[in-house]
């Protein structure tokens, strides 16, 4: 048994480990029906979509082989366990990019999939799931199959956003966005409130890439100040790809570095980069990976890990929601490193449960400091419920089983297709008891 | 460069991640293994990354009977290769090999046996003057003999010496040997072994460093390079420190 923690590092959990080299023997190790199962990728979920305590994981790292690459139609074909890190840096030489990234690119193509990742160009592009052409499926009771919107169409559509639930991903057939350049022109505006940024993110309709950072401890009248940043894929600069990261946090630090005081601190002193704001060009990596610049960064907030709220609200009401929720944040002052604001688009996704939904999602992170973090994050998830909005598997450990399935109605249809032998720590605590 | 590199041992995870790199190069390869499956899927990942060509031949490269005519199959099917490297092997459980004497004999006839002689046969036949490199992933186990590991260790020490000797006959021709000697590496080989910590290299930190080494024509190379220092310092030892080591 192996200890085994997702990104937010809450809990160490003991899990049979199998990490297969072949696709052959991941084959077989999904056949196996002793003990329930679930696939990791590389945990940089924040929850527990990625744990399955006491049962089997099947890691997947090492199933990232390239099956097939068509440089002229930029259709790929790769095995599920290979990172965005790696395929990127094998794509983008030739002009190629992925059409959607979430904030970073160490996550598994297979867990993309399951998660049904988004990004930056959400109103343009929708999720990972419009993308996919076809997906390879191993299920517990041995059979193999190929998944799109014509073959299998109910299984291809319970697998996107499915959270690893109705089988073992085996590769992933997509079509890449054509690229002229490895840069981004980007716009960097100061923002001073939450109207600012409603009123930018209308003013750049024509902008592909759009998101903001808010300062999660302004209060009052301030409540969503920061920087709105808007870009656009440059025509010249050359098709590099990105390097390693040359920082790393090697050890985890006592205590957590990152408190209301260390943060309100930099979220002061970021404000007022005078650098920052304007025009630039700069690499694909520091703009939509600009976490990634520091490798293990989850260690800043120390051996106790901490929390994620996501959460997507729809248009209906929507300056109201963001503001009562930051107005919780502010009000008790447990600040976060990066807060996200940004719109969500109506560009359909064909996943049972995928989770943006026309409107604006806001991420946060909380250091953890028990149970007043967790009273504020049930606060935030009843404002959400009470909107009609939902949160994000991908980063949740808290929602409660009545805002799971308030979120997601098409549930049932998912625990319908789940594989039998496959179970997660998150599906157990969201759908026990369910009829 | 386009040259033409023969695997031995295709499906090793040193192996792959090299082959990866020098795909990029666009160089061409031959796999050789015994898991077709394997070697199939390995081959379209490398022609996926730029390799100009890639075969396949399935072999038991441990079949120490059958190694004169499994090379001389190959060089009929596919000439003669620019580059060879010996990257296939296996790592026992000490104890049980000790009183498993049919197993110790295969951990050292698969990683001292079969590749000294698949070394030979590949250099028997090879048109005098022809440039060729030969790289043989050995251990840094190989070094000095320790209590914990020396039935794998003497195996990888013996090919170490052996490879010695063929760099100094050949040194000054265009053939030229190169011995890697990688420490712990996350591996499928080493899954028995609890990982973590500054020492372990990942397959592709190996194989950049043997890229670099093939590029630059380095006799050996001790990846990652501290490594080197760690082995000089055990090697030194004096026996009444040596003894108490349990490492």
Redesign the interface.
Known sequence: MLDVSSWGRLRQVPHEVARPAFLDEARVLMRSQRNPVLCYGLGRSYGDVCLNENGRLIVTDMLDRLVSFDRQTGVVRAEAGVSLDHLLRTVVPHGWFMPVVPGTKFVTLGGAVANDVHGKNHETAGTLGAHLRALGLARSSGEVLTLTRDENPELFAATIGGLGLTGMILWVELQLAPIRSAMIDSETIAIDDLDAFFRQADASRDWPYTVAWVDCLAKERAIGRGFFIRGRAAEAGGLTPHGAPRIGIPFDIPGGLLNGVTIGAFNAFYRKRPWALGARRLHYDPFFFPLDAVARWNRLYGPRGFFQHQSAVPMQGVTETIRKLLALTAEFAEGSFLVVLKMFGDRPSPGLLSFPMPGATLALDFPNKGESTRRLLTRMADVVLEAGGRLYPAKDATMSRAAFRAGYPAWRQLEAQRDPAIMSDFWRRVTAGAA | MTARILVLGA?S?IAQAYARRRAAEGCGFILVGR?E??LA??A??LG??GASSVEVQVTDLAAVDKIEEAARALQARFGSPDEAVIAYGTLPDQAAAELNLSEAHAVIDTNFTSAALWTLALLKDRPAGRPFTLVGIGSVAGDRGRASNFIYGSAKAGFDRFLEGLAQKYDGTPTRVIRVKPGFVDT?MT?GIKKGGPLWATPDQVAADMQRAVAKGRRVVYTPWFWWVIMMTIRHLPWFVFKRLKV
């Open positions: 499906t995870a898991r499956d394997r899927s390995i379209a990942d996926a990354r499928p899954a």
